[in-house]
């Protein structure tokens, strides 16, 4: 990111909720501020397996 090889930040999600929100257990918190300090997008990149339908948001995933 620092010399401008990166285009955007993919992190993997351990938990979706319902309206978007997403939780993952390890770095992902870095990434995301390298990104934005970088001024590159940061997407999630998650499974359909991942969607918890019953979490409305991420306040409520159980960790």
Known sequence: MQ????GFVIVR???TTVTGDVCNKIETYLKA??????????????PVSTIDFKIEDGFSIPI
């Open 3 to 6: 010399h401008g090889m990166v």
């Open 33 to 46: 501020l390298a990104a934005k300090d970088n001024k590159f997008p940061y997407y999630a990149g998650l």
């Open 13 to 15: 999600s351990d938990r």
